[in-house]
């Protein structure tokens, strides 16, 4: 018998091992999962930026999404993922961001580490993601060049960041103010929208988008149906995107601030927002556009709290997201003449505001295990930060864009159409433009 004991010994080391290893491998297997699905939102994002554009613009403003995207891949691998390893507290790098450099032991294949390259996949995903959402804003009149520069610096910089200070177990919004945004809508889709925000200020309105006097003429798109099909696809991606807000320990869940949480509560909530967001942004404006955009609104509207909320709450709090963005969206475009093509100021950056706040309401006191607990102030006052990080850097970037020639197509190509001046090719070479379109003074196209 007493020789039987180190063989016993022996198998239990094994089968420990063995089911650690296999925790490892689920939870890789389960981050892969939600890289692919994230794929999706960009796929989405083609499709409904696509559609929202006149036909002459169509293929220009999905190649600048794709560019973007191929670009933003090794940027995110040589100085992204180094960013939010490095500056969680701040502007001083902290001790094992080296973890994050090109050229670390954990930046390629290794058998001893499984969770690097697909949380480096997970969150390059994530960068993009914030590319995509101001490339709706600045369709059919940003240059391909200047766009995929400033896409590089928001994906690449200025949103991993903002990621690294609130979007982290040890960033200092929540460890010093206790910032609870387990969904990112302040670090992804706060920074985005305001980020954006400065770039359109610079860039100007389309030709033809308002009259000497001020008011305001519809550009409509020439495709709903696809824009309706992206904005679904979107909504679709959001639950690769959501479920990469979670940490999979193999016996639990938790939160990225290491909170308790479970994927049911993510599922609740997620699809209560969704429909809140579409159910008020429907009856405000009984708009397909708006109706479909009101679902990403729902989504960005609860994702501070998916984890905290009753499901009741979330879709009462993206319901009233989706009421007052789109008329938010009147305000920018009525009032300051702020020409956002598909709304993504409203729904994403004073969306992610409005979810970070709502969460300091009906959330607070919830205590985080590293910092105070949530709190209305501690909310609003991370949600300025991220105002402020994304604006900032979009504004001064796009204004230097501005003045060396990099930013906007001159007036002639925006006339003939971007597709023509920068793909070069017709989306649709075997059709006709309808008559009503081509007569329309807010569509000129170039006589045959």
């Not at 220009?60 to 993922?81: D, E, Q, R, T, V």
């Not at 789109?326 to 709304?343: R, Y």
Request: charged share 10%.
């Amino acid at each position: 018998m007493e020789q039987s004991v180190p063989e016993l010994m022996a198998r239990l080391d094994s089968l420990e091992a063995s089911l650690s290893m296999a925790t490892t491998i689920n939870s890789e297997v389960f981050y892969w999962w939600c890289t692919a699905l994230m794929l999706a939102i960009h796929a989405g994002f083609l499709a409904y930026e696509m559609g929202a554009s006149r036909a002459k613009n169509a293929l220009a403003s999905g190649m600048k999404n794709l560019i973007a995207f191929a670009f933003l891949i090794p940027a995110f691998y040589y100085i992204g993922w180094w960013i939010y390893l490095a500056f969680p507290t701040g502007f001083t790098i902290s001790d094992g961001s080296e973890a994050g450099l090109p050229w670390s032991e954990y930046m390629g294949p290794n058998l001893t580490d499984n969770a690097s390259g697909i949380f480096y996949a997970a969150f390059t995903l994530f960068a993009a993601t914030t590319a995509s959402i101001m490339s709706g804003s600045v369709i059919e009149r940003i240059r391909i060049s200047g766009f995929t520069i400033l896409a590089l610096f928001l994906g690449a910089v200025v949103w991993i960041l903002g990621a690294s200070w609130g979007w982290h177990p040890d960033g200092w919004l929540t460890t010093e103010w206790g910032l609870h945004d387990v969904g990112a809508a302040g670090a992804v889709h706060t920074i985005a929208g305001f980020f954006t925000l400065g770039v359109l200020i610079n860039l100007g309105p389309r030709i033809g988008r308002f009259n000497a006097d001020g008011t305001v003429n519809n550009i409509n798109g020439h495709n709903m149906p696809m824009s309706l099909i992206g904005l679904m696809l979107i909504v679709m991606g959001f639950f690769g995107f959501l479920g990469g807000c979670i940490i999979y320990t193999g016996d639990t869940w938790m939160t990225i601030y290491n909170t308790p949480a479970t994927l049911s509560a993510f599922a609740f909530n997620t699809l209560m927002g969704v429909a809140g967001g579409m159910i008020g942004a429907y009856l405000v404006t009984r708009d397909p556009f708006w109706m479909m955009s009101g679902a990403l609104i729902g989504v960005i509207s609860s994702a501070p709290a998916l984890d905290l909320y009753y499901p009741g709450l979330a879709f009462l709090v993206s319901f009233g997201g989706g009421c007052v963005m789109p008329k938010l969206n009147d305000i920018l475009v009525e009032k300051f003449k702020i020409d956002d093509a598909v709304g993504a100021v409203a729904v994403h950056g004073f969306g992610g505001v409005w979810g970070l706040v709502m969460a300091g309401i009906f959330a607070s006191g919830y205590q985080n295990v590293a910092g105070p607990e949530i709190s209305f102030v501690g909310q609003l006052s991370s949600a300025v930060v991220f105002m402020i990080l994304g604006f900032a850097p979009g504004y001064v970037l796009s204004l230097v864009l501005k003045l060396v020639g990099l930013l906007r197509v001159s007036e002639q190509a925006e006339v003939a159409g971007l597709d023509k001046a920068e793909v070069p090719v017709s989306a649709y070479p075997e059709s006709t433009v309808p008559a009503a379109f081509a007569n329309d003074p807010t569509s000129p196209t170039p006589a045959e």
